[in-house]
Structures are given as C-alpha cells and as structure tokens.
C-alpha cells in the first residue's frame, strides 16, 4: 500500500490532539484536588478574607500532583477506592507527562502504531475525566451547601469567558 502523507500528516496530528486532551484532563483532577483543599477539606474559610482565599489557592496551585496528594491523605481519610482511583491518576498523569512520547516513539512512526497511541490517549483521557467529574461533584455539593447557586457559578464562568476574550 503507498504511502499517504495527507493521512499520516492528519493521523499525527490527532495523536498530538489526543495527547492534548489528556495532559488538559490531568490538569483539570490536579486543580480540582487544590479545590477541595482550599474548600471541602480545608480550613474553615468563612473567617477569611477574599485575599487570603486568594493566597491559599495560590499555594495550592503551586503544589505538585503528588504534594496535594500527600496534603489530602493527611487532612482526610480517603475511601480506599477513592484513594486508590487517585493514586492510580496521579501514577498516569506522571507517566503521561514524564515518559510517553520516549515509551512510543517507534509506534508514532506507523499507522498502526498512532491508532493505538490514539486508543491509548483516549482512554486515559476518559479515565482523567471520570475523576474529574467525581471531584467536581464534591465541589458542587459544597459549593450548594455553602449557598453558592448555580446562577453565581454561571456567572463566574461568563466573567471567565470575557477575560479570556479580553472583554473584562
């Protein structure tokens, strides 16, 4: 069979797409722990002002994966399940990062090596977004418990929106 650059070109550039979403989706478990340690397993933020709020999440923002790991074992006894989920997350995300394109490097040199990459990415990706969406749901149940409604949530993210579009 010839050769077809136009596929491979695209073939490639959906792996990088794939790699993309994944490292986003990692990113996304790794913020939301520094959430619930600044919320639901934090201090008791009602005495804080704004800007020590602001400080606090910037402290945890500034933690690795793995410190926010250590931060939660020792601020709240996990379900194991829970735990073990996390730290498998965490064990992924590092050898994302750290390893996976030295690990495949011959498989991206083939179409059948890439669509096993993609595989690949796409179930990490998806195992990235279910923690995701477990933590976001602990967040949410917080944030409602603290009178935090979803039209306020709604309108941060419409702040967040014109910042980014350098409206605000």
């Given at each position: 069979m010839p050769r077809n650059p136009d596929?491979?070109?695209?073939q490639v550039r959906e792996v990088y797409a794939r790699?993309?979403?994944?490292?986003?989706?990692?990113?996304?478990v790794e913020r939301q722990l520094a959430l619930l340690l600044a919320t639901r397993y934090g201090p008791d933020i009602e005495g804080m002002t704004p800007q020590q709020y602001n400080q606090l999440l910037e402290s945890l923002f500034q933690q690795t994966f793995g410190a926010l790991m250590v931060t939660l074992r020792e601020?709240?006894?996990l379900p194991v399940e829970a735990e073990s989920r996390l730290r498998r997350v965490l064990e992924?995300?590092?050898w994302l990062i750290h390893n996976y394109f030295?690990?495949?490097?011959?498989?991206?040199?083939t179409p059948a090596g890439r669509a096993k990459m993609i595989a690949e990415l796409e179930g990490?990706?998806?195992?990235?977004?279910?923690?995701h969406q477990r933590l976001l749901t602990i967040s949410r149940n917080w944030a409602k418990?603290?009178?935090?409604?979803?039209?306020?949530?709604?309108a941060e993210l419409e702040r967040l929106i014109q910042r980014a579009?350098?409206?605000?």
């Open positions: 596929r491979e070109e695209a790699y993309g979403l994944a490292v986003y989706l990692a990113q996304c601020t709240v006894t992924r995300r590092n030295w690990e495949r490097a011959g498989h991206l040199l990490l990706a998806d195992e990235f977004e279910a923690e418990e603290h009178g935090v409604t979803e039209e306020r949530l709604q579009e350098g409206q605000g």
